[in-house]
């Protein structure tokens, strides 16, 4: 058995499906000719034939082409086995039931992230967004911090090259310095919030730059030997020039951060913005998703339903198509028996209404 699902494609963009057994619909139609042919034909020329012609002109009821309606209703039991539309009520009930039980899920728990999202949208207007701009500025203040740092790297790889590393080892090194001394001035001020009186605070600002001081001066000494060695700088070369400058190009890191980054405080604030800031973004997403899922389950369930129905919708149009098969057969038996009869006459109830075949499939509630 062959199903198809024939469509049109309309102006408007809808298309309209029809569901299609031709199979079927071949096999019915082959039934048709041949009961048409080997009984409704040749019985109406038997009957007519006999001597008085059968069935006899006064008769009122049709007691004589049974065969023909009991054929057609053994077609009608054939169309019900090959169809079996009436199961399909309990697939849409059932396949409507459990879209149901998905949709109350998804919408259960989209009123549950709407509500979360309601929540952080007032706390993401609570929040001071104040700072977006000074943060934005920072960022190209922060420039400044990486061309001290690129040149801390230059000068903290010629001292390691003195030393006898080689020359990638020695730049990457050197990098690893200056990021260190960019990490420590964009966080210096918060190492410095931790101690509780101004004589702790002091204390860790000097012994940072004394910590600072002392590896630069030891880088010092190894850039010493380097250019002592070298006739054209002579012998006057100290390590102290290396560490102080070094250590300049480290306040001045430390300075640019102190005033033009953001304090503690206002680190904290920002991070909470953009951390709600990115919470409502997700909840929105969330949003949308389950609303996707609910516009496809809903479309899942209405595209099986339609497809149902159209089995349904087509055994109900089998079902006339094998009444007018029979109605047919029923007009020929009528009228070759007119024509065969020897008396000329015409029973009674040959003008009778052809009786309606047993249904094998109730009318549809759309």
């Not at 139609?29 to 059968?54: F, R, W, Y």
């Not at 000097?206 to 010092?220: D, S």
């Not at 003008?351 to 549809?364: E, N, V």
Request: charged share 25%; hydrophobic share 40%.
């Amino acid at each position: 058995m062959k199903a198809t699902l024939d469509n049109k494609q309309k102006s408007n963009n809808i298309t309209i499906f029809r569901y299609k057994i031709e199979d079927l619909e071949k096999k019915l139609t082959e039934e048709h000719e041949a009961i048409k042919s080997t009984i409704a034909i040749p019985l109406a020329q038997d009957l007519g034939a006999m001597k008085p012609s059968k069935p006899e002109a006064t008769c009122e009821k049709d007691v004589y082409s049974g065969v023909i309606e009991g054929a057609y209703s053994k077609m009608m039991m054939t169309a019900k086995k090959e169809l079996q539309s009436e199961i399909e009520s309990f697939h849409i009930i059932s396949e409507k039931q459990e879209a149901d039980i998905k949709l109350n899920e998804l919408s259960t728990e989209l009123e549950k992230i709407e509500t979360e999202h309601r929540l952080k949208k007032r706390e993401l207007a609570a929040c001071d967004d104040s700072l977006l701009k000074k943060a934005d500025r920072y960022k190209w203040t922060r420039l400044t911090l990486v061309f001290l740092v690129l040149v801390d790297t230059l000068l903290s790889g010629t001292a390691l090259q003195a030393m006898g590393y080689p020359l990638i080892v020695s730049y990457v090194i050197g990098l690893a310095i200056g990021l260190g001394i960019f990490f420590l001035a964009e966080n210096l001020g918060e190492i410095i919030a931790k101690g509780k009186t101004p004589a702790q605070k002091r204390m860790i600002t000097i012994g940072a730059f004394i910590f600072l001081f002392i590896i630069f001066y030891i880088l010092g000494i190894f850039r010493t030997t380097t250019f002592n060695s070298s006739n054209n700088f002579g012998t006057g070369v100290h390590p102290l020039y290396f560490a102080c400058l070094n250590l300049f190009f480290s306040i001045i890191a430390f300075l640019v951060v102190e005033f033009r980054g953001l304090n503690s405080k206002e680190k904290k604030l920002l991070d909470r913005y953009n951390i709600t800031k990115e919470a409502v973004e997700v909840l929105v997403k969330k949003i949308q998703e389950l609303k996707d899922k609910i516009i496809s389950v809903r479309q899942v369930q209405a595209d099986a339903e339609v497809a149902r129905r159209q089995i349904q919708i087509y055994a109900q149009d089998i079902q006339e198509l094998i009444q007018r098969f029979f109605e047919d057969s029923q007009k020929t038996f009528y009228s070759t028996n007119c024509i065969h009869r020897s008396d000329g006459e015409v029973p009674k109830f040959f003008g009778d209404t052809i009786p309606t075949l047993p249904s094998f499939h109730k009318a549809i509630k759309l």
